[in-house]
Structures are given as structure tokens and as C-alpha cells.
């Protein structure tokens, strides 16, 4: 393509400020523009920020109704035995993997570098990818099968992630049992429709959401190896939950229980006008409806037992059937719009590292799937045992809150067996998930060597 011919291509669409520091390059940045250009689809963005940016005040009429679910707290301890069991045994027999979705951003939390690799300051100071590498290495051990772990990254932060991995030895797990890839890109737009500049020889290309994850998957073979491998269950989840019980047995076992397409975690919400997104069948379909989707009166509505009826909200923990996903990954899901902090160079060729929102980015959303399903089944889970996400540097939802919502479990774990700890206490997943298999002259014995409050394995 000609400088010309580019010219051309982005005018059509007020796209030329791309190549306004095309003079100032070198013939070899000169011609990686140019590239990146013939590859833009920029009609396409164009039409995006204008159906999802200039014309968003869509009608939305869908019919909701809601869908029910189950209480773990409701559930007698026999059922549950029952569930860890048959949840084990298929983690045994090899038919459970891990996946996991850590291709965004992070633009709210501001870390440089891949998410999990953060440090929520843990006396072990342990990343949030060490942590869930030691829960799937503490459960595979448990059920005899090492488990394999899949992991979306995005071209961003995948040398990042991979060198994160390699420098901590694969926190011990078997590398051959670690699969990374990338997921896609989009440009991002600034406020008026204009492509973002992320150098002056690059355009933007932000993760497209974590709805790329699946075709990302395909596209990279790992269809082929969840075949070869006899994956009949994936334990899907974000990067982001410090408390993530990876390939929980209970859970795998609701699900193959309930067999359906896919199961879920929730939490119950909080109060009716929590900002979640929740579960509940959208003309019949399973879907999530966001906050911003549910009337008040749908909102406010409890059954008798006085709960939320439209109450259990997503934690981005699933388990998909394979032969679902096998159904599904080819179908077309929609991009949505979201408005966020993004890097570009200005107009004098300047990095911009902006700490509010000032673009809008394309994200396709995982869940837009579920429509796909033949149905799902909702596990409420206890939010002060399972749930506590890294979005924000600091204040609701940050490094704080879950360092504190993790030490308080352990240590009620550690009161639990009748011993009252000096301090916080860390419990290394390689001891224990969920607690209750701790044993007290074990624990006590630790707890005198401890000066750090953390119990190693
Ligand atoms: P979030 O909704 O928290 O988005 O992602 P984010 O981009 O990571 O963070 P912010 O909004 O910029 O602060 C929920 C999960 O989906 C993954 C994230 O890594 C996280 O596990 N995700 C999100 C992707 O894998 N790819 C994406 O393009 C977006």
C-alpha cells in the first residue's frame, strides 16, 4: 500500500490523523504503518463507535424472567460429600481443565504488567497466579491427575506472562500442562471516533474483550488438544478473584450433577441496586442482565424466603461442557462498548498516560454465549469465602480488601480448630483450600514458628 492509497482509505472515514507523523518516520517505520493500515479495517471501527457510541440510546425490550438456583449454604453435608466426590473422580479420570481469562488491561488498577502477576501484599507476598497455580496443584494432587490449565493472554501482556511463569518454575506445575495464547485486538477510538495513535508509528490494538477467548482458542489448536486430552469439563474464570477456588470439586460435581450446559457461581447480592450483573433468562435464553438492564420493580422482587430474585450475580466462575463450546464457538457475538482509561500519543507525538477515562474500547463478552445454551445451572457460593476481585488500586474491590477478606478466612479457619492466633493468618493453598482439612496439632506447631502470620506447606 502507498501512502497515497492509505490516504485515501482513511479519509473516507476522517481517519487521516493516522499518518501525521508518516514524514518524520524512517522508511521502515514508513512501511510498518503502511501495513498496519491495509490490515484496518477502518469502516468497520467506524461503524462500531457509531451504533455503540453516536446512536446508543437503543430500546432495550427483551423479556426477562428469572432463573433459579441453588444455596450451597442450603445443601446438607452427606450431599456434599457426594459432590466433592463425584467432582474429584472426574478430576482424576482427567476430564477437567482449568481456563483462564487474563487478556485484559487492568486499566482500573494501573499495574504495569499482567494482573496476576500482582502482589496483593500477603505476608508470602504471592501473586494472584501463584495462588491459583498452587490451588490447581494442591487439587490435582488430591485426585491424582495433573491438571491442565489453559491461559488467555493478549498481545500485550503474553511475554510478560509467559516469562512470569518461567521465572517462578511454573509455581511447580508441569509446563507441558500449561498452555498460553493470545487473544485478538481492536483499535480503541477517543471520544469523538478518532483511531488512537498508541506510538507514532503504531495504531492502537487493545484486547477485544474476553469474549475472543474462545475463538483465540480455537484458533491457536487448543480445540484439538481438550479433545485429545478428553476434557469433558472447563472450569472457566477471570484472573482477577483472590479467592477463586480453582477446579473446585464441589463445584464440578454440582455441575455434572445438574448436566447442563453450563453451571455457575453467584453471589447474592448485597442490597436490590448493587451494580452487578445478574442471572436470569432473557427471552428464555440464559443470559446475564447488567444493572443498568433490570427494571426496579424485577430489582426489588423477592420470593418467600424474602431473597432476590433476580439476586445471584456473576464472579466470572463457570464450568462449560465441552461438547457446548464445541456447539457455540463458531456462533457471532456481539461487541460492546466501554469507556476507559487508554495510552495514546498526542498530536505532538507525546505519550499519554491518562488516569481517567478517554476512549472508548470494543469488547466482545464471553457471556453474550450463553444464549447458546441448552440451559444453566446458578450455585450461590458464601462472597466472604469465594469472592473478593482486584479491580481498583485502592478503596472497594483493590489489593486491601482482598489481602483483609483473605487473611480473615484463614484465620477463622485457624480459630475454627480452637486456636487463637497472635496475628493474620495466610494458609498456603498447598495446606489447605477450604479449611477443613487442617490438622490442629499440625496448625498449633506452625503457629509458634511463624513471625510472619504465613503457614507454609
Ligand atoms: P474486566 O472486566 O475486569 O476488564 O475483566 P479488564 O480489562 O481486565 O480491567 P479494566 O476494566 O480495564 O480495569 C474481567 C476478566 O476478563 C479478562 C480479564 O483479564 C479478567 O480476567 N479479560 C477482559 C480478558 O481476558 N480480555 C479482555 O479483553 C478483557
Known amino acids: 500500500m502507498t501512502r497515497e492509497m492509505a490516504w485515501d482509505k482513511l479519509t473516507a472515514y476522517g481517519q487521516e490523523h493516522l499518518l501525521r507523523f508518516y514524514d518524520d518516520l524512517d522508511s521502515e517505520q514508513q512501511q510498518a504503518l503502511l501495513e498496519q493500515i491495509a490490515d484496518l479495517d477502518v469502516e468497520y471501527i467506524h461503524q462500531l463507535y457509531q451504533d455503540l457510541v453516536e446512536h446508543r440510546n437503543i430500546e432495550i425490550d427483551d423479556e426477562l424472567s428469572a432463573m433459579g438456583s441453588t444455596t450451597w449454604s442450603d445443601v446438607a453435608s452427606e450431599e456434599r460429600q457426594r ?14 481443565a482449568a481456563f483462564l481469562v487474563a487478556g485484559g488491561q487492568g486499566s482500573r488498577l494501573g499495574f504495569e504488567g499482567p494482573k ?11 501473586s494472584l497466579f501463584q495462588l491459583q497455580a498452587e490451588r490447581i496443584r494442591k487439587i490435582g494432587l488430591d485426585a491424582g491427575f495433573s491438571i491442565p490449565w489453559y491461559i488467555m ?5 503474553h511475554g510478560d506472562t509467559v516469562r512470569f511463569f518461567q521465572k517462578h518454575d511454573f509455581f ?20 469523538n471516533g478518532k483511531i488512537l495513535l498508541a506510538q507514532r ?17 480455537k484458533d491457536a489448536g487448543l480445540m484439538d488438544d481438550l479433545q485429545e486430552r478428553g476434557i469433558e469439563y472447563i472450569f472457566f474464570y477471570g484472573v482477577d478473584n483472590a479467592l477463586v477456588r480453582v477446579c473446585d470439586p464441589y463445584f464440578i460435581g454440582f455441575a455434572i450433577d445438574q448436566a447442563k450446559d453450563i453451571a455457575s457461581k453467584a453471589v447474592l447480592k448485597v442490597h436490590s441496586g448493587e451494580k452487578v450483573g445478574v442471572y436470569a433468562y432473557r427471552n428464555g435464553k440464559p443470559s446475564i442482565i447488567e444493572y443498568t438492564e433490570l427494571p426496579e420493580d424485577l430489582a ?27 456447539s457455540a464457538l463458531d456462533k457471532k457475538t456481539p461487541y460492546h462498548v466501554a469507556h476507559k482509561a487508554v495510552e495514546y500519543v498526542d498530536e505532538a507525538g507525546q505519550l499519554v498516560k491518562p488516569l481517567k477515562p478517554n476512549a472508548y474500547k470494543f469488547e466482545a463478552l464471553y457471556f453474550d454465549l450463553f444464549r447458546y445454551a441448552d440451559d444453566m445451572a446458578i450455585l ?10 482486584v479491580k481498583n488500586f485502592e478503596g472497594v474491590d483493590s489489593k486491601d480488601t482482598a489481602r483483609e477478606m483473605f487473611l480473615n478466612l484463614c484465620t477463622s479457619w485457624v480459630r475454627n480448630l480452637d486456636l487463637e492466633p497472635a496475628m493474620p493468618i495466610e494458609i498456603s ?6 479449611g477443613h482439612d487442617l490438622d490442629r496439632t499440625e496448625v498449633e506447631s506452625r503457629l509458634k514458628d511463624t513471625e510472619s502470620g504465613y503457614l507454609a506447606p
Open 300 to 326: 426489588l422482587a423477592q420470593d418467600e424466603q424474602g431473597r432476590l430474585v433476580y439476586g445471584s450475580a456473576n464472579i466470572v466462575t463457570h464450568v462449560f461442557r465441552t461438547s457446548f463450546l464445541n
Open 380 to 389: 450461590n457460593v458464601s462472597r466472604e469465602e469465594e469472592f473478593s476481585p
Open 172 to 191: 511447580g506445575l508441569d509446563p507441558a500442562d500449561i498452555r498460553f495464547f493470545p487473544q485478538g485486538t481492536l483499535p480503541s477510538v477517543d471520544e
Open 429 to 434: 493453598p498447598l495446606l489447605s483450600i477450604y
Open 201 to 217: 508509528d503504531r495504531i492502537s490494538a487493545n484486547p477485544d474483550g474476553s469474549g475472543g477467548c474462545f475463538r483465540a482458542f
Open 153 to 157: 493472554t493478549s498481545p500485550l501482556n
Open 116 to 126: 496476576g502477576a500482582y502482589d496483593i501484599g500477603l505476608p508470602s507476598h504471592k
Open 83 to 96: 459432590l466433592w466426590e463425584s467432582g474429584l473422580a472426574a478430576i482424576g479420570q482427567g476430564k477437567v
